[in-house]
């Protein structure tokens, strides 16, 4: 199967500095990333998330308002026809050293061990350095969505749509 490995915060819906997250209750989709994920499944592919959430164990949130927060995601992505193969994130802070927060490997090697993954036709959408660097970790295609970056094989998107567009998806 091919995926599109998806960032959430930034990628999908709005990010914010980390401590105003404490108070975040709701996900605000960015827009451009329903219809863009809509038509990536439209396309053949699959949609996974990776998303690092140390500010779980920094105790900024909860474990449980992770779960809400991730729920009420998730059905709308539902309400939107668009199903969610997997979310992986990753809890830990740096002093955790886990092999799991992007870059590192961890969550992409979780999904490569469940699924039949065809990395080759599979792409990578993420705001940050940490996506960039785990993209290139796999010689995943990296999609840069309204980011900074600048490094010369990123392919810079305004949105998830913009994505689509790049790849012309119909
Ligand atoms: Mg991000
Ligand atoms: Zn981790």
């Known amino acids: 199967m091919k995926v599109a490995f998806l960032d959430r915060d930034g990628t999908i819906i709005k ?28 396309n053949g592919y699959h949609i996974i998330i990776i998303t690092n959430q ?21 059905s709308i992505c539902q309400n ?24 590192k490997p961890g969550m992409i090697n979780q999904a490569l061990a469940k699924y039949n993954i065809d990395l080759n036709n599979s792409i990578y959408c993420g705001d940050s350095e940490a996506d960039y660097l785990l993209a290139k970790h796999f010689n995943l295609p990296f999609y840069a969505i309204s980011s900074s970056l600048d490094y010369p094989d990123i392919i810079k998107c305004d949105s998830i749509l913009d994505v689509c567009h790049y790849l012309e998806l119909t």
């Not at 779980?56 to 998730?74: K, R």
């Not at 979310?87 to 927060?101: L, T, V, W």
């Open 80 to 103: 939107n026809n668009i199903n969610i193969l997997e979310i992986y994130f990753c809890p830990h802070n740096e002093q955790d050293h886990c092999n799991c927060k992007k870059p």
């Open 15 to 42: 990010d914010y500095p980390d401590e105003k997250w404490s108070s975040i209750k709701h996900p605000e989709f960015l827009e451009g990333s329903i219809d863009g994920m809509q038509k990536l499944i439209a």
């Open 54 to 74: 140390y500010l779980i164990n920094d105790g900024i949130i909860t474990l449980d308002q992770y779960q809400q927060f991730t729920q009420e995601f998730l």
